[in-house]
């Protein structure tokens, strides 16, 4: 909308964000009602869990953030339909290099806060306790490496979170399109395999 195709660095926008805050604000105030609307609508569809992306917000300054993006993330997870036909439709927020305000995205009312391969779950669970389940955190480069070593790094990502429940294992973001299909495979694997023991020791 306002940097007209993708970009790194937001420089367009961002510029915005400083110059005409006002008409950012009105924007966003759209953005959200329309996202708000079309997640209810998926769920409405039979969606089972939800996730909002937010790219930017890793990039903005704390004042910048609560401003910009956190507040439309709460106004989004507020509005949200969280039981429909008898289920729970969980909600998953994601801040791009959002490391530093997890703590703010897990005040939202979210279920789970996604975190990417820059923060260490270990830390990430001690930061937001209970209040929220964690999901990630493979560096999706990491995919590159051979099945062995994959396994090795899969089980490197379940250690660092610890037995207990309230994990998601995903990548730390989007995966890539060189990524060798028979890789993933290794992956998914993996995971079954390495995160019993986990669940086990901790009776769930």
């Keep these: ?6 970009s790194r660095d937001f420089a367009r926008v961002k510029g915005l964000l400083y110059e005409q805050p006002e008409l950012l604000h009105r924007l966003l105030d759209v953005i959200t009602v329309a996202v708000t609307a079309y997640l209810n609508a998926q769920v409405a569809a039979g969606a089972q869990a939800l996730m909002v992306f937010d790219t930017w917000g890793g990039i903005l300054t704390p004042r910048a953030y609560r401003e910009f993006s956190l507040a439309c993330l709460a106004r989004i997870v507020a509005g949200l339909t969280r039981e429909f036909e008898g289920r729970r439709v969980p909600v998953i927020l994601f801040t791009k290099g959002g490391g530093a305000w997890l703590e703010d995205s897990a005040a939202t009312g979210c279920d789970a806060v996604g975190v990417d391969w820059t923060v260490d779950l270990s830390d990430a669970r001690r930061r937001v306790g209970s209040k929220v389940a964690l999901q990630g955190n493979l560096d999706p480069a990491a995919l590159a490496a051979p099945p062995v070593r994959i396994r090795r790094l899969v089980a490197d990502i379940l250690a660092d979170f610890g037995p207990g429940s309230g994990h998601v294992f995903n990548l730390g973001h989007g995966i890539q399109p060189w990524v060798d299909p ?12 390495a995160s019993a023991p986990y669940h086990t020791a901790a009776g769930s």
Excluded: F, N, T
Aim: glycine letters at 12%; hydrophobic letters at 45%; proline letters at 0%.
């Design 1 to 6: 909308m306002v940097e007209g195709g993708s």
């Design 182 to 193: 028979e890789h993933v495979r290794a992956l998914v694997e993996a995971v079954h395999e």
